[in-house]
């Protein structure tokens, strides 16, 4: 399996802090069937500022690790940037890391609790600049869970969107379950990732996650996994709107 979004290098953000804690990281990612992994520090998020060629060297110091003590996973550059006016001018420039270093994928994180008023102008400029956007777990902002149609309008204009394995199977509470499984109903989940922190189990539930999908649901994500760490163009299914019901909101409790 490919994960597309983990915070596995050591000392660089709210991850693991020292190489002993990558390592043990890597044999549980080894142990739930992980192969492959794009590590994607927090950058520009008012709390960690990782750049392009720090996470690229600590990657490649990873990796030789990784082979010096027999831990079959292969690891990739990548970056978790939190949305800002600028990132477009900053993937021209070469300072802001796209997943897998060279393809045309860009891993997003949304404010907390607020859809920002140039975000739709943002993911326009950057996919007419050449990248994907991919919004990381939009499945726990609250915006979105309010109105999951927020989501939907950005699918539909060509963004992707990754959920975490995580809140599939329930560790985030059932009211986020509920709710990644109407996105991954309506089409509105490209990727499933483990988005892990730290090697506690409960975090590698990736395999848990493919297994609760349908067999064609399961297929497309993994194969969409694929297609992004080759740089391919993926095909995303039709997005549906979903249907809101009165005092709609899986995040809040009644």
């Given at each position: ?65 990784l082979q010096e003590t027999g831990i079959a996973l ?181």
């Amino acid at each position: 399996m490919i994960d597309i979004h983990s915070h596995m290098l050591p000392g660089l953000d709210n991850g693991p802090q020292t190489m002993d804690d990558t390592l043990a990281m890597a044999k549980t990612a080894v142990s739930q069937g992980i192969d492959t992994v794009i590590v994607t520090p927090h950058h520009q998020n008012g709390r960690y500022h990782n750049q392009r060629e720090a996470i690229i060297g600590v990657t490649d110091y990873v990796n030789a690790k990784l082979q010096e003590t027999g831990i079959a996973l292969n690891i990739l550059p990548g970056q978790e940037i939190r949305v800002h006016e600028t990132i477009t001018n900053g993937l021209q420039d070469g300072s802001l890391l796209p997943l897998n270093q060279t393809t045309r994928y860009v891993l997003l994180e949304l404010p907390e609790d607020t859809l920002p008023s140039y975000l739709a102008q943002l993911l326009f400029d950057m996919q007419i600049a050449g990248y994907v956007p991919v919004i990381a777990h939009p499945e726990r902002h609250s915006i979105i869970a309010e109105n999951p149609n927020h989501l939907y309008d950005m699918v539909k204009n060509g963004v992707l969107v990754q959920a975490d394995a995580a809140s599939l199977v329930g560790i985030h509470g059932k009211r986020v379950q509920k709710l990644t499984r109407k996105l991954l109903q309506a089409s509105m989940v490209h990727f499933m990732a483990t988005n892990t922190h730290s090697a506690d189990s409960e975090e590698f539930r990736l395999a848990k996650a493919y297994q609760s999908m349908k067999q064609s649901a399961k297929f497309k994500l993994q194969e969409n996994a694929e297609l992004l760490i080759d740089g391919q163009p993926i095909q995303p299914d039709v997005p549906t709107r979903i249907k809101l019901k009165r005092n709609w909101n899986p995040l809040k409790r009644n």
